[in-house]
């Protein structure tokens, strides 16, 4: 295990070099090449959808190959469609006043889940090198193979149009000291996490910038305006999916109570199955482990799957196991994420009690991701999305389509930003507008000094007009009022004292006279000492610097303050360039 480790962690570092190395060559490419290389990507992931599907559900033992077909499709289809005609190269965007210019940031880290691996793969390849980026996939070690064929299939399209082989690269050792390695080596840009909590925060600590994302745990509110059997049908649709293997899909129910027999009957008959309250604890011990950690065993499996594990006997074709849930917490299991096609039921009377539970289930797991509701009230709506604590908020749609962009007008993606709620940087849904860096150039337009002195003078004007005396510097006014001293008539006393003494005696009180003869007295002691003070610490510094402070052998004064880039501080800190104040 100490070998694989250790090969895992040189593998890492070598993949980043060779990523580093294809960055450069990549970095140059313009509009036109780069999208023809993700176009021929796209379009080569397209034609190996089902069976990357298949190898998916095979490998993984999650979903269908079904769904994980459509996932690919999704991936390699419709985010390409969305993104070909963004601009990545050069000037984007040209508002006169201001000039914007991508930048793409260099080496993708790519953190790839073993419940959606295929597509996750294909959707990150995408956007990193259509913003110009190279990137490193991490495969989860349940999921390896189906991820390395994907970015074989990828790469080898890229290759044949021109990409540097070397852009794309999967770890063939898949440990965690080698996911570590990938992340905090120095040639690493930027990091796409996609995993569970820890590797997340791992990716936050690693002291690169990182995407991650968070647990779902999304609950829907069905008002008593909804349409009773869309309302059902979606969330079955969305929970169900690839056996809800994708963290916006629904995980519990609230039901407003004037439609709740209406709800109750929608869902048996398009399905789902009630359990008993003996069943539903029966269940609900195996959704977790001892440790009140989701049970990995039943994660991506069918509902038939899941009951049958728990003892319970359920009808042929149920789709959704469904529970009457008493509360939210630790002591209620039914409530967390599940990741599965069960899904906790819960009775509200009105919007206002209603939306409360819903913030009670996010808060409890699923802060900052994705919250569902189904009316007709279209301020009512508005009014829920106002207090929950999700990023997307998915109105009379399926929350596992709506989130992605499947459904709804959201940016298409498969990495769903969480924001501050859920610890992330971003609340967005992920794309490749987050792998680039914009300049911008800036352009005045409020001036400083008035328009006058900013508008250029006519010829004649400039002919007759005084000229212009320029300022004089400190140094110059020293040297004319030395010469005018040297150069005064005799008349005026001037005392050149001798060199003082180490010590010299204070000073005899002086007495204020009446006005006389004015005494000019130069002391002439010798050259003049400038003292000069502490090195001055810049704000910022960047590797750049770092490699001229090297070339001319200087140091870079620092302080707490100073921002440093983390290759910057890797290479200062090596070349020992440095230094406190």
């Known amino acids: 295990m100490a070998d694989k480790d250790l090969l895992a962690q040189q593998e890492a570092r070598d993949a980043v070099d ?48 079904a769904d994980k077909f459509e996932k690919n ?15 990545t190269v050069g000037v984007v965007n040209d508002s006169k006043s201001i000039v914007e210019i991508a930048s793409p940031r ?49 790469r080898d399209a890229g290759v044949a149009a021109g990409l540097p082989a070397d852009a794309i690269h999967c770890l063939t050792v898949s440990t965690i000291e080698g996911t570590e390695a990938l992340m905090k080596h120095k040639r690493t840009a930027v990091i796409l996490a996609t995993g569970g909590t820890g590797l997340v925060r791992a990716a936050y600590s690693s002291g690169k910038p990182a995407f991650g994302v968070g647990p779902g ?48 009957a929608e869902f048996t008959r398009q399905g789902g199955h009630f359990l008993s309250s003996s069943e539903a604890e029966a269940v609900g011990k195996i959704l977790l482990t001892p440790q009140r950690t989701l049970n990995p065993g039943i994660v991506g499996k069918p509902a038939t799957y899941i009951a049958q594990l728990a003892g319970v006997n359920v009808p042929a074709g149920t789709r959704c196991l469904i529970a009457d849930c008493g509360g939210v917490g630790r002591d ?58 999700a990023a997307r908020v998915i109105i009379n749609s399926p ?18 930003g969480c924001g501050s ?62 010469s005018f001293l040297r150069s005064r008539p005799q008349t005026e006393t001037v005392e050149t004292l001798p060199k003082p003494p180490a010590s010299r005696p204070a000073p005899e009180p002086v007495t204020e006279q009446p006005q006389a003869k004015e005494t000019i007295i130069h002391h002439v002691y010798a ?34 303050k100073t921002i440093l880039t983390p290759s910057a501080r890797d290479l200062g800190q090596e070349k020992e360039v440095f230094a406190n104040v």
């Open 421 to 482: 709620w859920g610890g992330n940087v971003t609340s967005d849904n992920v794309s490749p507008i987050h792998l680039m860096d914009i300049k911008r150039v800036a352009f005045e337009t409020k001036p400083i000094n008035g328009g006058a002195l900013a508008a250029a003078p006519s010829v004649a004007a400039t002919a007759n007009a005084p000229a212009v005396r320029p300022k004089p510097k400190r140094e110059d006014i020293a040297k004319i009022v030395d």
């Open 73 to 87: 499709r999704f991936a390699a289809e419709d985010v390409w469609n969305f993104f070909k005609g963004l601009k």
């Open 332 to 389: 209620f299991p039914w409530s967390v994420e599940k990741l599965s096609p069960t899904l906790a039921f819960f009775v509200a009377n009105g919007v206002k009690e209603g939306a409360a539970r819903c913030e009670e289930i996010l808060r409890f797991g699923g802060m900052g991701h994705t919250a569902g509701m189904h009316t007709q009230d279209r301020q009512m709506a508005i009014e829920y999305g106002k207090q929950m604590p």
């Open 527 to 560: 050259e003049p000492v400038v003292e000069k003070g502490p090195p001055t610490p810049v704000d910022f510094v960047s590797e750049d610097d770092v490699r001229r402070a090297i070339d001319r052998g200087e140091k870079i004064y620092i302080n707490k």
């Open 217 to 264: 745990n999304v609950p829907v509110f069905i008002e008593r305006s909804a349409n009773a059997a869309k309302a059902v049908a979606d969330i079955l649709t969305g929970t169900c999916f690839d056996n809800g293997t994708i963290c916006a899909s629904e995980q519990s129910v609230v039901v407003d109570a004037p439609i709740e027999a209406a709800v109750r």
């Open 106 to 154: 260099g080496v993708v880290a790519a953190i790839i889940p073993s419940t959606n691996p295929t597509s996750t793969a294909i959707f990150k390849i995408i956007i990193a090198i259509k913003s110009r980026n190279t990137i490193v996939l991490s495969p989860h070690p349940a999921a390896a193979k189906c991820i390395a064929e994907t970015t074989r299939i990828m």
């Open 18 to 65: 060779a990523a580093f190395a294809a960055f450069g060559v990549l970095g140059t490419f313009d509009q036109q090449k780069i999208d023809a290389i993700c176009d021929a990507m796209a379009k080569a992931a397209l034609a190996d959808c089902a069976r990357l599907g298949q190898m998916a559900h095979e490998e993984t033992g999650y979903g269908n190959a």
């Open 399 to 416: 929350t596992t389509h709506g989130a992605i962009g499947f459904s709804t007008d959201l940016s298409p993606s498969m990495t769903l």
